[in-house]
Structure formats: C-alpha cells, structure tokens
C-alpha cells in the first residue's frame, strides 16, 4: 500500500515560489515521461487497475519503471494505492512502448503478476502524459514537487509518502501557509485527470 499526501498548486507561479523557496534542499529532478496500459479487453480498468511504464529521459542515466496500480482511494489530499513497481531494462520498455504486446513476453515480476491474476491475453496503450518532478530533502521527509503537462493544460502538484500522512500533512501545510503559498486538497490522480481529459475546476 502507497500512502502519499497530495497538495494541488493553482498556478505556475505558486509552483516557482515554492520551488525557489525549497531550492536549498533540492536532490533531484527527474524528467519522466508516463504511458499507461490496460488489458486489451479492460481487464485492469474493470477491476480499477492500471499498468504505467514510466521513463526517466535524463541523458545520462535513462530509467524506466514498470508499475501496477490498483483500487485507488483520494480523500482529504491522502492518497491510499495498492502499487507494485519494479525496475526495467530502458531499452525493453521502449520495444514495449512501441508494441504493447511485447508486454506479453517482457521478463517482469510485474507483468507477470498482471498476465496471471486478471488473465489478461493482450495490452492495449492508452496514452499519457510527461512531468517534471523536483525532490527535495525537507526536514525528516522527501518532497516531490510536480510540474505535469497533459495536452489539455498543465497541472502543479506537491507529493509526499508517509506512513503518517495526517502528521506530515499538517507540517507541509503550516510551511505552505507560512509562506503565504495558496494550495488545495488534491481531489483527483494524475491518471484520472488524464483520463478526463479535463484540469479539475
């Protein structure tokens, strides 16, 4: 189970004060590019599943992550997934990428687990979206600070997993207000405002 507290940023200038204001704990940034699959007859939508190959393009330490996802829960900006995600030779995910049924025969522990338990014949892409994640170091926990561009609009938004997201909750909201930052309760994923192909009002 991934517990992660999600903040939402109204605009582009919120996310740049925040950042330049983070800026002396920053340890990385990474350029990740997201597509998302599901079985060729819904078999993961139906049962509120997802697979994501997501890659990492910086140029001199390409990564790519395979990912499952499942029965997703947001509520007062906590996110609560089951995730399991492993590691991936780049060059095997971008032949996937490029023919979803090589997911079919890729070696991943994941795939694996995703081809038995919902018996899934086939992969079908749905498509995705890139982000630029800042991470910073901040007091006993890691930031990640999210500058997503779908091809409707672009979208700011501050992560953090925990095993206490209440407690860090409240920590990363009073530095916020402190700040004089403005933020709101995340209401929904990433995945699913790309599926709706809309920014949340």
Not at 54 to 75: G, I, S, Y
Request: proline letters at 3%; glycine letters at 6%.
């Amino acid at each position: 189970m991934e517990i992660e507290v999600k903040l939402r940023l109204p605009n582009k200038a919120s996310h740049q004060k925040l950042t330049s204001i983070l800026s002396p704990f920053h340890i990385a940034t990474h350029h990740q590019r997201n597509t998302f699959f599901d079985g060729a007859a819904a078999e993961l939508s139906s049962k509120r599943a997802v697979l994501r190959l997501r890659f990492h393009d910086e140029t001199q330490l390409p990564k790519c992550f395979v990912t499952f996802k499942a029965n997703a829960v947001l509520a007062n900006g906590v996110s609560r997934v089951e995730e399991d995600e492993e590691e991936m030779d780049p060059g095997i995910g971008k032949a996937c990428l490029e023919d979803p049924q090589k997911l079919m025969d890729a070696d991943s522990r994941v795939l694996r687990r995703v081809r038995e338990e919902f018996g899934v014949k086939g992969f079908a892409s749905l498509g995705g979206f890139r982000n630029v994640r800042n991470v910073y170091k901040w007091k006993e926990v890691k930031l990640e600070v999210d500058e997503v561009n779908y091809d409707f609009g672009d979208m700011y938004e501050i992560e953090c997993e925990s095993v206490e997201p209440e407690r860090v909750k409240g920590m990363i909201t009073e530095f916020l207000k402190e700040n004089g930052i403005e933020y709101s309760d995340s209401v929904m994923s990433k995945f699913a405002i790309f599926r709706a192909g809309k920014l949340p009002s």
